[in-house]
C-alpha cells in the first residue's frame, strides 16, 4: 500500500518527460520519487507492446520513431537501450497511386508526371506561389502554398490537414507544416537528424529500464486529483498532465485532437511493405496506416500474419486522451492564462507535452525535463534553492 507521504517528490504522468524528471532525481540524487500515472501502463504515449496475437511490437499510439539532434539527449537515451539504424521512409497514396513523403523531386516529377530537375522543380514552384500572391505566410494554409505550390498542397496537404484537424487550414499555425521537411533532391528519409532509431528492445522496455531506479515507486490506474489530498501539501510535483485541467478549466478548455486506432491482423507477410502509408484523399476517412513488423527488420517475426493499425482524427472530448494541440488564437489566449496561474502556484512544475500545451517529439521531453533537473530540481533539492524562477518553470 502506497504511503503518499513517504515522497520527496511526486511525478504526475509517465511519460517520456515524468520519467526523465523521476530517473534523474532518483539515479543522481538518491531522492524517492512517486509517479503517478491514470492510464493502465506507464510511458505515455510512447508505450509499445507485444501484440499477443501476431508477436509483432506494436507502438500503440501510432509509430514512433526516435530522432535528435542533441548528443546530450542521444547519450542520455543511449543509457538505456541501443538503437537501430531504422531509417523513416513514409509514402502517400494519392488517387490509387503512390508518391514520396516527405516531398522532394520524386514526389514532384510524379505529381507533374515528367522528370523535374531541382532547378526546374524550383521554378515550378516558384511560378505557383506567385500566382498565389502570397508573400508573408501567416497560417497553415499559406506556408505550405509558399513551399511547394499550390498544385503539391491540394494533393498531399490540404484533405490530409483537413482529416487531421477538422480546422481550417488558414485558422491553423504555421509551423505545424513546417515540421515536414520539403527537399530539392532525391532523398526520401523522413527526417535528417543525425542521431536516429527505434530502441532494439522497443520502447516499452526501455520505459520499463528507466524507470527501475531504487527510489522510484510507479502507480498506474491513479488520477493524481484522486489522491492529491493524501500527499503532503510541501511536497514538490512535476506536473505533466493538461494544465487546464489542473486549474479546474478556469480560463475554458484549451483545444485538442484526439486518434482512434483500429486494429486489423491479416493474413499475410506484408501488407503495405513500409510502416507507414499517408493517406490523403477526401474520400478515405483514416489518415494513416501503420504496419509495425517494418518498425523491427532486425527481428524475425512470423510470416503468416501482420498487424495493421488504421488511424483515425477528431476533436478531443473531455474522456479522450488528448494528442495535438490544436493552438487557435482562443487556444494562446487561454493558455497564457494558465501560465501566470502556473506562475504563482507554489512547489508544482508544469512540464510536458499537456503541462506546456505544446506539441513535443520524444526527444524534446526528454531534452526539457533534463533542462528542468538541471536548472531548477538539481539546484532546489542539493542547494536549497527555490523551485521556482518564474517562465523557466515551465520550460
Ligand atoms: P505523454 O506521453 O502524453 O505523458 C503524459 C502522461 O500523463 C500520460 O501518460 C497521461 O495519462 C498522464 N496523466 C495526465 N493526467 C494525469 C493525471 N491527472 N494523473 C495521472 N496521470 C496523468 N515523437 C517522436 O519523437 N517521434 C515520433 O515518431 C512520434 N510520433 C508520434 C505519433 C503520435 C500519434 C503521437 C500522438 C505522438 C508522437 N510523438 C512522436 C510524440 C511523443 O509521443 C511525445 O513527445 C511524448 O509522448 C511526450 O511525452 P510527455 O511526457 O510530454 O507526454
Ligand atoms: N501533413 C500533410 N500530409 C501528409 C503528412 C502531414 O498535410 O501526408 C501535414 C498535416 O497538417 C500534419 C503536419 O503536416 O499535421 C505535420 O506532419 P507530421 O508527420 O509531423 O504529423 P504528426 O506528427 O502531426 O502526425
Redo the contacts with the bound molecule.
Sequence with gaps: MTQFGDFDLIV?????????VAERCAHELGLRVLV????NH??????SSVDEQTGIEV?D????????TSQDVWTYVNRFTAFSNYR?RVVTRHQNRFYTMPMNLGTLSSLYGRFLSPDDARALVSEEVRASGISDPKNLEEKAISLVGRRMYDAFIRGYTAKQWQTDPKDLPADIITRLPVRYTFDDAYFSDPYQGIPLVGYGALIRRMLDAPGIEAVTS?????IRSRIPAETPVVY???ID?YFHNCAGELGWRT?DFEREVLATADYQGTSVVNYPDSDVQFTRIHEFRHLHPERKYGTDQTVIFK?YSRFSQRTD????PIDTRNDKSAYQAYRDLADKEPNVIF??????YR???????IG??LKVFDNILQPHFVDGRPLKHGRHAHT
Design positions: 504526475v504522468g509517465s511519460g517520456l518527460f515524468g520519467i526523465t503517478v500515472e491514470r492510464r506507464v510511458g505515455g504515449n510512447a508505450w507502438h499510439y501510432g509509430s514512433h520513431i526516435f530522432h535528435c523513416h491513479v488520477d493524481y486529483f484522486d505533466t498532465g493538461p485541467r486518434l488511424e486522451e488528448p494528442y495535438y512540464g510536458g507535452r499537456l503541462g506546456t506539441y513535443l517529439d520524444m526527444h524534446q521531453a526539457a525535463a
